[in-house]
């Protein structure tokens, strides 16, 4: 069975600087898809950032960006130039191609400190 | 263009009463979730629906039933509340599900059952 593992359950970054998420997770199939999503206080959560396991190309959103290492099984999320509204929970997940189902990770508390 | 809506936003129930929880999207996804998030634990898929008129179980359906109404509604029902259901559920939809599209989330519905 899948699992995804974020092994730091909170993180802070002060405004204007870079910080790193990590995930990790397992699996033996071989085209599936790695999601980021936020989860502000408000409780809504929205997508990220999204990666297909078949591009090498890491994925890129203004100041979202990811490291995605496929033999590793390893999919950080970089936050570059961090701002005030990024404090939220992050959430890694995952899903194999051609099924309906997401696997997440526990989440990652970010806080970003003025 | 609400996107998912979820009623009620808060509940309590007393151990044993039954309620349902009612989704609705206005995007004609064709997919739909049931989630609940625990501190500790991220979200896990209680049940979903990959189309019209089809519902399968989760990771953790016991306890629960669904009915996809129309392609708009997926409802989530406790027949028998209990103290181990107190979470907060939330609701998503996919235009697809089985590629890699994105999980559009509700705002959440917080249940304490005591």
């Known amino acids: 069975a899948q699992t995804v593992t974020q092994s730091q359950p909170e993180m802070s970054v002060q405004e204007a600087e870079t910080v790193t998420l990590s995930c990790t997770y397992d699996?033996?199939?071989?085209?599936?898809?790695l999601f980021w999503y936020k989860q502000p206080p408000s409780r809504q959560m929205i997508l990220v950032i999204r990666?297909?396991?078949?591009?090498?190309q890491n994925a890129t959103e203004n100041r979202f960006s990811v490291n995605f290492q496929k033999a590793a099984k390893s999919f950080s999320l970089k936050i570059s130039d961090s701002q005030l509204g990024d404090t939220a929970m992050y959430f890694c997940?995952?899903?194999?191609?051609?099924?309906?189902?997401?696997?997440f990770g526990t989440g990652t508390r970010l806080k970003v400190l003025a | 263009n609400a996107g998912v809506t979820q009623t009620p936003k808060f509940q309590v129930l007393k151990t044993g009463q039954s309620m349902t929880l009612q989704c609705a999207q206005d995007?004609?996804?064709?997919?739909m979730y049931w989630y609940r998030q625990d501190p500790g634990m991220g979200l896990r898929l209680i049940y979903y629906?990959?189309?019209?008129?089809?519902?399968d179980k989760g990771e953790v359906p016991n306890g629960y039933n669904v009915s996809r109404l129309n392609k708009r509604e997926f409802s989530l029902r406790l027949e028998s509340a209990a103290p181990s259901q107190t979470s907060v559920y939330f609701c998503?939809?996919?235009?697809?599900?089985?590629?890699?599209?994105?999980?559009?989330f509700g705002p959440g519905t917080r249940l304490t059952v005591t």
């Open positions: 998503a939809s996919s235009p697809r599900g089985s590629e890699s599209y994105e999980q559009y």
């Open positions: 990666q297909e396991a078949y591009k090498q």
């Open positions: 629906s990959a189309s019209e008129g089809t519902t």
């Open positions: 699996t033996s199939e071989n085209n599936y898809y």
């Open positions: 995007m004609n996804h064709n997919s």
């Open positions: 997940a995952f899903q194999e191609r051609g099924t309906y189902k997401y696997i």
